[in-house]
T-cell receptor, first 113, second 115 residues
Framework: QQQVKQSPQSLIVQKGGISIINCAYE??????FPWYQQFPGKGPALLIA?????SEKKEGRFTISFNKSAKQFSLHIMDSQPGDSATYFC????????????FGKGTKLTVNP | EPEVTQTPSHQVTQMGQEVILRCVPI?????FYWYRQILGQKVEFLVS????????KSEIFDDQFSVERPDGSNFTLKIRSTKLEDSAMYFC?????????????FGQGTRLTVV
């Protein structure tokens, strides 16, 4: 129940295309859903995050879509660029005093020029 | 821009030896964490630390692990007797406050190799 399931494991997109990464969870106590971006040799860096009281959040080319009833959320990267090539992790936490992040397994995104 | 700093970047140790991984969190942060990532797998929570005590730990964080904030700037993870399966990337993180919607900043990691 603590798991966050992420797909696909890897994704190849052409420059300018849309990258879509999906995550699903079971624990209804999760109330904070961040996405992290990780470049090789670096630690995860927060990209964008959403709370369950909104269905969508957009920051620049990055959008999170959230479906509370389906317990699913996704990251959309519009106009994907080669510099976006990285591993993306979705995560979730219960908040309310617990900061423990439960991560998905990651998606390795490659954006071809 | 302030960042979480970890040393060393790579540590090789023999099985059964003790290792100490070091972290300098962001200076005005109060909450500190260790996560690990076995090669090719997901990032896993180990422990959170606040006000000089453990606030939460995972089942991975057994008696072989301990954390300490020995002074006002460092935060350490000690593995008492390393096993082969402890080989992983260990990430330190810190955040300014506890609770929902608080960003945790991650360090660049220490790659621990147990041989």
């Amino acid at each position: 129940q603590q798991q966050v399931k992420q797909s696909p494991q890897s994704l190849i997109v052409q420059k300018g295309g849309i990258s879509i990464i999906n995550c699903a969870y079971e624990n209804t106590a999760f109330d904070y859903f961040p996405w992290y971006q990780q470049f090789p040799g670096k630690g995860p860096a927060l990209l964008i995050a959403i709370r369950p009281d909104v269905s969508e959040k957009k920051e620049g080319r990055f959008t999170i879509s959230f479906n509370k009833s389906a317990k699913q959320f996704s990251l959309h990267i519009m106009d994907s660029q080669p510099g976006d090539s990285a591993t993306y992790f979705c995560a979730a936490s219960e908040g309310g005093g617990s900061e423990k992040l439960v991560f998905g397994k990651g998606t390795k995104l490659t954006v071809n020029p | 821009e302030p960042e979480v700093t970890q040393t060393p970047s790579h540590q090789v140790t023999q099985m059964g030896q003790e290792v100490i991984l070091r972290c300098v969190p962001i200076s005005n942060h109060l909450y500190f964490y260790w996560y690990r990532q076995i090669l090719g797998q997901k990032v896993e929570f180990l422990v959170s630390f606040y006000n000089n005590e453990i606030s939460e730990k995972s089942e991975i964080f057994d008696d072989q692990f301990s954390v300490e904030r020995p002074d006002g700037s460092n935060f350490t993870l000690k593995i008492r007797s390393t096993k082969l399966e402890d080989s992983a990337m260990y990430f330190c993180a810190s955040s300014r406050q506890l609770g929902t919607y608080t960003e945790a900043f991650f360090g660049q990691g220490t790659r621990l190799t147990v041989v």
